[in-house]
């Protein structure tokens, strides 16, 4: 959705933060010393429409982790500014 591009722009800037802050055990196991890469070209060549429509995931993020091994994190952000009745279906669904 277009109005979720500044958001996904504010977590490419404050990634690593991002992850400290929501999921410290990976932050715990990342070595954000080697970088890590956002793979948008490459979720959307994976990406697919399922039966209840087409689902977006925001993020596709490859970490290396302090054993040497790389991870990719799928990340989905939701933010929600107004109250719609069908958002926990929505939500259940993604998840």
């Given amino acids: 959705?277009?109005?979720?591009?500044?958001?996904?722009?504010?977590?490419?800037?404050?990634?690593?933060?991002?992850v400290e802050n929501f999921f410290p055990q990976i932050y715990q196991e990342s070595d954000f010393s080697k970088g890590y890469e956002?793979?948008?070209?490459?979720?959307?060549?994976?990406a697919v429409s399922s039966e209840t429509g087409?689902?977006?995931?925001?993020?596709?993020?490859?970490?290396?982790?302090?054993?040497?091994?790389e991870k990719w994190l799928l990340i989905?952000?939701?933010i929600q500014g107004y109250e719609q009745e069908e958002f926990p279906e929505r939500m259940y669904t993604y998840n």
């Fill in 76 to 78: 989905h952000i939701e």
């Fill in 38 to 46: 956002f793979l948008d070209q490459e979720l959307q060549q994976i």
């Fill in 54 to 69: 087409k689902r977006v995931v925001d993020k596709l993020v490859k970490v290396y982790l302090i054993d040497g091994s």
């Fill in 1 to 18: 959705m277009e109005q979720d591009s500044p958001w996904k722009e504010v977590l490419e800037e404050l990634f690593e933060d991002f």
